[in-house]
């Protein structure tokens, strides 16, 4: 055994791309169509991650992001504009979808959300973002989790 990571979904590509494309969209106030046009003319383009779910992802979530702000901010243990913007948006991301996947369970939110946060987040920011999406899974998945 190597100890390399297992392969990552199609739609953890997708995920990652989208925290990439959110994190520009939040900095710079890029608009959702330049991104993803951007984003598929790169050399590698989506490579390969499932183009369609990240298009509804970085379409859905920037669409519903005032509403996910503010589902997000009772959570939170610090004001919204401290927020560092890769945590901001891998917490977008992952509010949108336990709001609009139920189909995706929550846990797996919250794992996809928790190794983003590993990936690109500052050292301990996973434990920030799982903490948040812990609370928010407890308000709005509640059935879900048994509660």
Do not use: C
């Not at 169509?33 to 369609?52: C, H, I, M």
């Not at 992802?57 to 589902?71: C, E, I, Q, Y």
């Not at 369970?105 to 946060?117: G, I, T």
């Amino acid at each position: 055994m190597t100890g390399e990571a297992p392969p990552i979904s199609r739609r953890g590509l997708s995920r990652r791309l989208t925290v990439q494309a959110l994190y520009q969209w939040l900095v710079n106030e890029t608009q959702p169509e330049t991104l993803l046009k951007q984003f598929r003319d790169q050399e590698e383009g989506l490579g390969r991650a499932d183009p369609v779910y990240f298009e509804e992802l970085l379409k859905g979530t920037v669409a519903d992001a005032v509403a996910l702000t503010m589902s997000l901010v009772p959570h939170l243990d610090r004001p919204l504009n401290q927020l560092d913007p890769v945590e901001h948006a891998i917490l977008l991301l992952g509010a949108y979808e336990m709001a609009s996947k139920p189909e995706v369970p929550w846990k797996v939110v919250v794992n996809e959300s928790v190794n983003l946060a590993k990936m690109f987040g500052a050292e301990d920011g996973y434990k920030f973002v799982n903490g948040v999406l812990d609370k928010l899974a407890r308000s709005s998945r509640s059935a879900e989790m048994g509660g």
